[in-house]
């Protein structure tokens, strides 16, 4: 009886679809993509092999070189074929922890919560030092310190970050915020940058402390509660210099050493920080598979999310969610023996943390040059690109990035899937994410509207990014979404609408 039903809501919603529908093979399709994902979901199992069992997967790391391998593995089993890792190009060293600890020792004993900073050394043993509390707000400042800190553990003067919330960490999207979604204008989106003053005192201030061969940095992360998100400068470059050792640690210990400290009470404390750089392979590397397409098999329906995260857990929801459901769409559409007219290619990026590295060298090898808008023969081949990279929580429709055309066509898809959350089509975009590098050079990119969770409170680059933060309903639910739209895509007459060519960057004021 359910799935009659189904399968009429489906014609239904083909038939509303128009063109998209072929004599209620639509229908028929689909309702085999929503048996095999939502009731014969392999997402879980996926997800469990690319955080428990490959670990942190950090750029150029061990761990992301094992997620890979997994990945391509797994792609080659379900019958994907030109499956690999593709270089993109020269990214840098890899690195990673191989052991730490740190704890204050007087006036009494506490273990220290922290991670540390990403390409960073460690401390070449166990080191046990007073602590010193750096008062400077400029390059001036420091003058007085010098000569006076070699091996000891500093800490810049630094206020809490942020206030204690009393708000729920995790959230949905309300049904009065989906609608304030759909009704909205278009938006560039984007993420925030560090202010040029302050990134030069930072930058000044990290020279100033290996000059001085201090023994160990502490700085304070954001978050509470015992969250430490954690970061990493640019010293993966193969030139880059080696910085001091650095520990992130959480608000609350940074500062309780600080108060203590400021008291005039004398804190020492240990530590032993072991990490490792990788540089026998500086070149960046995508996962790249492929479901063959038929009668326009020269034509790209491309899907993708980034594999690599940081360090102080194991990525779950930035972004091995994101990986996982892609890989899952796959999986889908190949077990369903769906034989798609345009070719379908999946990609998970390396490196998007350090800056998109990995989807933008692979647009620029493959499709064309954003800074000139010189553009390669297949850059026209590509029908669209969907992406997804906004946390574990459920699709809830999908961005347009101000393509107008190309709303009520996504409006039309996400009809069956109203009873699970999926109906909400805006043309805002959302900024940050590998979509923008497609985006840029005129290639239909797209990311999907996804319920946050405790993506932006807890989990985005922390410490708490862990498995047990994924909800396997909301996984499968997305899978299930994106298999429905490459599907769709794939079979269209036509390719998917275009905006005006954008310009060339480097002539954008």
């Keep these: 009886m359910k799935q009659k039903l189904l ?4 014609l239904a919603a083909g038939t509303i679809s128009g063109a998209f529908a072929q004599n209620g093979s639509d229908a028929q399709m689909l309702a085999r993509i929503r048996e095999e994902g939502m009731s014969h979901s392999k997402v879980m199992q996926t997800a469990f092999n690319l955080t428990d069992v490959s ?4 750029a150029n790391s061990p761990g992301l070189k094992r997620a890979q391998d997994w990945a391509v593995n797994a792609l080659k089993t379900w019958g994907i074929v030109n499956t690999k890792r593709e270089p993109w190009g020269k990214f840098g060293k890899g690195w990673e922890v191989q052991k730490y600890y740190a704890a204050i020792t007087a006036p009494y004993y506490h273990a220290v919560i922290a991670i540390p900073k990403a390409w960073t050394p460690g401390t070449s043993g166990p080191i046990s030092a007073d602590v010193v509390v750096i008062k400077a707000d400029s390059v001036v400042d420091l003058a007085r310190y010098k000569g006076k800190l070699k091996g000891k ?6 206020k809490p970050l942020e206030e204690r919330s009393f708000k729920a960490d995790a959230s949905r999207y309300t049904d009065a915020e989906l609608t304030e979604l759909a009704a909205a204008a278009p938006s560039a989106g984007g993420r925030p940058r560090t202010a040029g003053n302050l990134l030069s005192f930072r930058t000044a201030l990290n020279k100033f402390y290996t000059e001085e061969g201090v023994g160990l940095v502490l700085s304070q992360s954001r978050g509470t509660d015992g969250t430490v998100f954690t970061s990493g400068g640019t010293a993966y470059a193969d030139t880059a210099k080696t910085p001091a050792p650095e520990l992130e640690t959480s608000s609350e210990d940074f500062q309780r050493i600080l108060r203590l400290v400021n008291a ?3 804190v020492k404390m240990e530590a032993d920080v072991k990490t490792q750089f990788f540089s026998n392979d500086l070149q960046g590397y995508n996962v790249v598979g492929e479901l063959e397409g038929s009668d326009r098999k020269n034509e790209l329906v491309i899907i993708g999310g980034h594999l690599d995260s940081w360090h102080a857990a194991t990525g779950a929801t930035d972004n091995a969610a994101g990986s996982a459901v892609m890989l899952e769409a796959m999986r889908i559409l190949k077990r ?19 800056g998109l590295h990995g989807s933008r060298n692979y647009v620029l090898n493959h499709f064309g040059d954003p800074k000139t808008m010189v553009l390669k023969p297949e850059q026209a081949k590509v029908s669209a690109y969907y992406n997804l990279d906004n946390g574990a929580g459920k699709i809830r ?3 347009t990035q101000g393509n107008d055309a190309i709303g009520p066509i996504f409006k039309s898809w996400l009809e069956p899937f109203k009873d699970l959350g999926a109906a909400t089509v805006t043309v805002r975009n959302t900024g940050g994410t590998d979509h923008l590098a497609f985006d840029a050079i005129g290639i239909p990119g797209f990311q999907f509207i996804q319920d946050g969770l405790d993506y932006g409170s807890r989990t985005h680059h922390s410490n708490q990014d862990t498995y047990d933060r994924l909800n396997e309903d909301d996984l499968k639910q997305a899978a299930t979404v994106v298999a429905a739209f490459v599907y769709y895509t794939s079979q269209r007459d036509e390719m998917m609408p275009r905006k005006e060519l954008p310009k060339p960057a480097a002539v954008k004021n």
């Design 7 to 10: 399968y009429t809501l489906l």
């Design 336 to 354: 369903v023996g769906f034989k798609p007219r345009r070719t379908i290619r999946v990609v998970l990026w390396s490196s998007e943390e350090q």
């Design 55 to 58: 670990g942190p997967r950090l």
């Design 264 to 266: 005039g009470v004398p």
């Design 397 to 399: 429709g999908i961005y």
């Design 153 to 158: 553990i500093v800490m810049l003067d630094t």
